[in-house]
């Protein structure tokens, strides 16, 4: 499912147009980037629970040239971990 087609889901079960569902989805996905942004973990109890994860820096290999060693810088990654209830839907 791709952006458009849950926008299109939204709409239809919210009752709405599909513009009211496209705001609806950018406010929800705003949100969530701000949160995670400020520190703040996001946790929709059923769901799932969005963070922020360290990824220390490391050696790694020039793909182009697997003989050279590069340094890769330590990033920030936001994670997503799926709850109790999700899991169950999907199983």
Do not use: C, H, Y
Not at 22 to 32: G, H, K, P
Not at 45 to 72: E, L, T
Not at 82 to 88: S, T
């Amino acid at each position: 499912m791709n952006k458009q087609e849950l926008i299109e889901a939204l709409a239809v079960k919210l009752g709405t147009g599909k513009a009211d569902a496209e705001r609806a989805l950018q406010a929800f996905v705003d949100v969530i980037t701000d949160a995670l942004r400020t520190g703040n973990e996001v946790n929709i109890s059923g769901f799932g629970a969005f963070s922020v994860s360290d990824r220390a820096a490391r050696m790694g290999v020039n793909p182009q040239n697997p003989a050279q060693k590069i340094q890769i810088a330590a990033v920030k990654v936001p994670k997503f971990r799926a709850g109790k209830g999700l899991k169950d839907a999907v199983r």
